[in-house]
């Protein structure tokens, strides 16, 4: 194996032939990337903690959506509300674990990967070499599988699924308006896939910074759609009413998500900053009520 010589760019490798001899240099099979001496070896390393809370991120943004997009189309009854937002999420598990059962190792809940090293991996097609500034050598493949491809098979059957279950939902309860929900995923599915071709890389590396963010802006526009902005309504209202308590502790998790996955469970204090944002809020609102800055 020293003998063979290497390959040119950081994707290209060789495979071993029938007959112990080595391909010429190009893309990996399917489940395989190149090692530092070009040989493509198997994709056999367990999920890090870190690739299993990109998988939850990725899983989570479209049940995100779909309560959303529930709970602004929906009206009706709370049973019927609550039994769209239980269906979505059976949808979205249904569709994971049919994607982690399928992919190796087959029927079994758990995933062998190439483990990213870089944010090249994951945008191969823009790293074919060009010897001797001649013809390309295509060497395109996937170097984090199934990282990339698992997302899109869960969208796939999460997909599926919403098309299959939630008309019976809606039928069951007699919740007409809530059919536009099921629409709303047949548009926010393709942005999604769309999203992940172009900038899974970027998400990979970037997504504890992009939950903690977003949760925060999201937090305070909700406290800002109250009309009564002083902190005791603001208090008040959080506690006494149901609907606002639920989205208020849902984005106290989403941001203890985005925390641990930031932090990787090693520095747990940070979770009691959790409120905090809510909090300031409350807190300081009532110091910045636009009609006093247009006043002044």
């Not at 990996?28 to 690739?51: H, I, K, M, Q």
Request: net charge neutral; aromatic share 12%.
């Amino acid at each position: 194996m020293s003998l063979v010589p290497t390959c040119p760019g950081l994707y290209c490798g060789r495979t071993e032939n029938e007959d112990g001899s080595w391909s010429d240099c190009g893309a990996c099979p399917r489940g395989f990337r190149t090692n530092a001496s070009s040989y493509c070896v198997e994709c056999t390393d367990e999920p890090t903690l870190y690739d299993w809370q990109y998988l939850g991120f990725m899983v989570l943004l479209p049940l995100i959506l779909h309560w959303f997009f529930i709970d602004m189309v929906s009206a009706g009854k709370r049973k019927s509300i609550a039994a769209q937002h239980i269906c979505a999420f059976i949808e979205l598990t249904i569709g994971t674990v049919g994607a982690l059962l399928i992919l190796p190792p087959t029927g079994k809940l758990s995933l062998y990967v190439c483990t990213p090293k870089a944010l090249s991996d994951w945008y191969t097609l823009l790293h074919n070499p060009q010897p001797d500034y001649k013809e390309t050598l295509h060497c395109t493949q996937e170097a984090v599988y199934p990282l990339y491809t698992i997302v899109l098979l869960i969208y796939a059957f999460s997909l599926l699924m919403t098309v299959l279950l939630r008309p019976w939902i809606l039928i069951w309860h007699k919740a007409h308006p809530g059919k536009k929900a099921i629409y709303c995923a047949l548009y926010f599915y393709p942005i999604l896939v769309l999203l992940h071709t172009i900038a899974a890389g970027l998400i990979y590396c970037a997504f504890p910074y992009v939950i903690i963010i977003v949760s925060m802006m999201t937090s305070a526009s909700h406290f800002s759609l109250k009309i009564d902005q002083s902190a005791p309504a603001l208090l008040i209202s959080s506690v006494t009413n149901i609907r606002n308590l639920i989205i208020i502790v849902g984005h106290w998790l989403v941001h203890a998500y985005g925390i641990i996955s930031l932090t990787g469970f090693k520095e747990l204090w940070y979770l009691t900053l959790v409120p905090a944002p809510a909090m300031f809020y409350i807190l300081t609102a009532q110091f910045t009520d636009p009609m006093k800055i247009h006043n002044d």
